[in-house]
């Protein structure tokens, strides 16, 4: 059973900063795409921005240029960077492991992010 557990979801000021992580343990495999979506009251959890294992990164058009993916596979942690946080990023953020080895993708219990105007 792989287990996801996120960090650094904070109160922020917009034009902020803030970086997410999260890291992932007991993968018997290799974890093959990462991502990071978030998700408000009333609203379908939404992709922010994902990352293969290879690096290859994908955003929402919502946050291009501002956001960044990155991930560290010795670790088995992916990282978003979120720059010039706006209020409209105000989310719960969760991210997701996908590892095709067992056909199984993983969720962490998620981090709230809260950008004041």
């Known amino acids: 059973q792989v287990q996801l557990v996120e960090s650094g979801g904070d109160l922020v000021q917009a034009g902020g900063s803030l970086r997410l992580s999260c890291a992932a343990s007991g993968s018997r495999f290799n974890i093959d795409d990462m991502g990071w979506y978030r998700q408000t009251p009333g609203k379908q959890r939404e992709l922010v921005a994902s990352?293969?294992?290879?690096?290859?990164?994908t955003y929402a058009d919502s946050v291009k240029g501002r956001f960044t993916i990155s991930r560290d596979n010795a670790k088995n942690t992916v990282y978003l960077q979120m720059n010039n946080l706006k209020p409209e990023d105000t989310a719960v953020y969760y991210c997701n492991a996908d590892v095709r080895a067992v056909a199984t993708v993983y969720w962490g219990q998620g981090t709230q992010v809260t950008v004041s105007s």
């Open positions: 990352i293969t294992r290879g690096g290859t990164t």
